[in-house]
């Protein structure tokens, strides 16, 4: 190994050992504060910052996993949600001798040679790795994601630190067992590991949404992608939030878009995008107009079982209805147990909000007069307050991701200033709804994908 990549895996060793000693640190002096004996909830602003702190000297998938924790609304005091939301998931870029050595690891050392050209300066970073426009020898733009060196080993470790946090929750929030949430996410966050399998996750989309002309899907190279190099279609488009202020008709078209990548995946083969943030949306125009979104990024995707996706419907047609057996007998669906009549209510609380748009037959932003930064926090603290009389509550693993969507496409469609009837939309997804029909959908999709 040369001495300046020994050096950065050094440097990667000491930054996890710093941060497990700042969080270590932090708990030590959270065990006798406040927050856990007189005065509760004095100082948490304090803390939560402390907390911050002590995770921000890592721009790794810890940031990804905090950041998903955070969207939990049951989960933590709102201080703490804030803090850990705000963190960023960037990790510092590879330098071009680096790529040019980890792109020797995964195609060979003529590398090179497979690319007409090849731009080592990263057109993206994220938290597992980053993106390189580059073009292949038939002349195709592509974006090569190449996975950061040892991340294994560093998800592992990260996924340690988020037992800790999480045992800190439990001192914090004892109505809460968030057990299964943090095991949900820690498949997910391995899954993220496997590019192979991102790239199973790409092509089932791309057969999902086939047919779709304002939704636009990667195509995968194979040839020059491996576990940890992924090379998929470069597609040209502008951040979602160029369109704030634009035009409405064009901000409800990408709006619509947005939406029907996300449900109409769930409803017709129960499979989810696990991680809906703006930053995996891309707007492209034809005309000059936008005419639609390039979905990004499919290392998060969940597969439901069929019988879950009939317990959301199931929900959402007894909340329509006001059926409240229906409800019950959907929450356990979903994986609650032992549900009270009180937890049941407590439940709904968050079922409303998750499912109100869809559950309202006019044309309306997803939630009317509220900004995108406190959507969900009113009902995040009814429900809190609500839990800390009433629970305890276990948080099934299958929640974790559909109350990630419900954040992050709300959020999405708040910047936009959506206006649109999104019980429509939702009824047109359902159209048609069967179970035996989505499961054999779904084993018929999966199977292509190869996953």
Sequence with gaps: MKD????????????????????????????????????????????AEALARALGGLKGPLMKAAQLIATIPEVLPIEYAEALASLQSEAPPMGAAFVR???????????????????????????????????????ADVACKLQYPDMASAVEADLAQLELALALQKRVE????????????????????????????????????????????????????????????WLEGEKILSLVGAPEAGRNLVAQAIFSAWW??????????GDPHLGNYAVFREDGAPA????????????????FVGGVVQLYRGLRAGRRDEIAEAYRVWGFRNL?????????????????????????????????????????????????EKGPLTIPREFVFMDR???????????????????????EALEDFDLDVLAARQSTALTDAGL
């Design 174 to 233: 004892p109505a809460i067992d968030a057990r299964e949430a943090a095991a949900e996410i820690a498949e997910r966050l391995r899954e993220e590991l496997d590019y192979r399998r991102e790239a199973k996750h790409a092509r089932l989309y791309r057969a999902m949404l086939a047919g779709r002309g304002d939704i636009r899907v990667p195509g995968v190279h194979e040839a020059l992608s491996t576990g940890r190099l992924l090379t998929l279609d």
């Design 340 to 388: 009270s009549n009180d937890l049941i209510e407590v439940l709904t609380v968050w079922a409303r909000f998750i499912l109100g748009p869809l559950l309202d037959d006019r044309v309306r932003t997803i939630a009317d007069g509220v900004s995108a930064a406190a959507y969900g926090r009113r009902e995040a603290m009814v429900v809190r307050r609500m839990l800390r």
């Design 4 to 47: 300046d990549e020994a050096n950065r895996f050094g440097a990667r060793a000491a930054r996890y050992l710093a941060v497990g000693a700042q969080a270590g640190g932090f708990a030590a002096r959270l065990a006798g504060a406040r927050l856990l004996g007189a005065g509760r909830g004095q100082g948490r602003e304090s803390d």
């Design 405 to 427: 969507a419900a954040i992050g496409l709300g959020g999405a469609f708040l910047h936009l200033a959506a206006r649109l009837n999104f019980h429509r939309l939702f009824e």
């Design 101 to 139: 050595r980890r792109m020797a690891a995964e195609l060979g050392p003529d590398w090179q040679k497979k690319f007409a050209a090849f731009d080592l300066t990263p057109a993206a970073a994220a938290s597992l790795g980053q993106v390189h426009r580059a073009r292949t020898l038939e002349g």
């Design 264 to 273: 109409r995946p769930f409803a017709h083969h129960g499979v989810i995008h």
């Design 292 to 307: 639609g979104i390039n979905l990004l990024d499919y290392g998060c995707v969940r597969i439901f079982p069929p019988a």
